[in-house]
């Protein structure tokens, strides 16, 4: 066999073990424009760029043999170079794995979905990431980091309970970010004790509710039985239609409270439905973990 032949047959044995998702996640990333590398002025040893020297810059920044070439006065600037970690916690208990009709994936793989190509522009930025919720915690970089991290968000997991909470117990490093997805349905006081424990580190991010579209609209009539998935909740309905306005209320209220709880930490709370495009909501994603990277 040929070398070329040998590699191609190696490159075929790799991309097969590669699971779906992240060729999916490939092209959610490949859709989000205008996402460059991580350049921009900040600590860091190599050269970035010359930029006239503004009042306040400091004299030791001033690039004299720059400036002598010109009748202007050069700063010589560096570029950041500190890689910051960003926390991803995918939900993916019970409640995560319904799926309506209309929708066109379970609410666990579009929050599977959107770490995995948020990774993979993190990645092209040289950030850190790290997928929470599994026992596998480590903090990854590199296109081998986004492939291990595409093996781990692909495992199917036995759901502990109806619903889930991000882990409280985590080593964050001061000043990283974090993006908690889930529904948000469960105990708010166990939301909140791990939103504590992150805001007390200076932990910044994003609360995004993941949400089924019949969730939202509440379509239901006639008699219908409600059952959660993990069989914990129950309730026959004998006119489903009835309970329309106290579920939109209820549901109002879970997301004014959640609203509350991001402005408080100095998080964002966005809503992403499943039968949404996958581009918009990870654009938003990624721009507000720049917008709240140290520093800026």
């Given amino acids: ?10 490159a075929a044995r790799e991309a097969a073990a590669l699971p779906p998702l992240l060729a999916e996640a490939e092209r959610a990333a ?59 916690w995918p939900d993916d208990a019970a409640s995560m794995r319904f799926k309506s009709k209309k929708a066109p994936a379970q609410k666990s793989d579009r929050a599977a979905l959107l770490s995995l190509a948020l990774a993979i522009l993190l990645e092209r930025g040289g950030e850190r990431f ?11 970089s590199g296109r081998a980091g986004v492939n291990n991290a595409a093996m781990l968000l692909s495992r199917e997991r036995d759901a502990e309970g109806d619903y889930g909470f ?9 000043g990283s970010r974090a993006v908690f997805m889930s529904d948000f349905f469960g105990d708010m006081d166990k939301l909140r004790a791990a939103m504590t424990e992150a805001t007390s580190r ?13 969730e939202e ?22 006119r489903a239609e009835s309970l329309h306005d106290a579920y939109r209320g209820r549901l ?45």
Avoid at 202 to 214: E, F, H, K, N, T
Wanted: hydrophobic content about 40%.
């Fill in 1 to 10: 066999m040929s070398q070329t032949a040998r590699l191609t047959a190696n």
């Fill in 30 to 88: 490949a859709a989000v424009f205008g996402v460059h590398g991580r350049r921009r002025a900040g600590s860091g040893e190599t050269f970035w760029q010359y930029r006239q020297a503004q009042p306040g810059d400091a004299m030791q920044s001033i690039d004299w043999r720059r400036s002598g070439r010109s009748d202007e006065v050069f700063v010589r600037e560096t570029e950041w170079e500190t890689a910051q970690t960003v926390w991803l």
């Fill in 130 to 140: 790290a997928v929470l919720g599994r026992k596998d915690r480590k903090i990854r």
């Fill in 166 to 174: 991000p882990p409280n117990e985590v080593l964050y490093t001061g």
């Fill in 202 to 214: 200076r932990v910044r991010g994003v609360l995004l509710q993941i949400i089924d579209p019949a």
């Fill in 217 to 238: 609209a509440f379509p239901y009539k006639g008699r219908v039985l409600f059952e959660s998935i993990a069989g914990g909740l129950r309730y026959d309905a004998d």
């Fill in 252 to 296: 109002a209220e879970r997301r004014d409270a959640l609203k509350l709880m991001a402005r408080k930490a100095g998080w964002r709370f966005a809503v992403h439905r499943t039968d949404q495009p996958v581009a918009p909501t990870l654009m938003m994603l990624h721009q507000t973990l720049e917008n709240a990277r140290v520093g800026r």
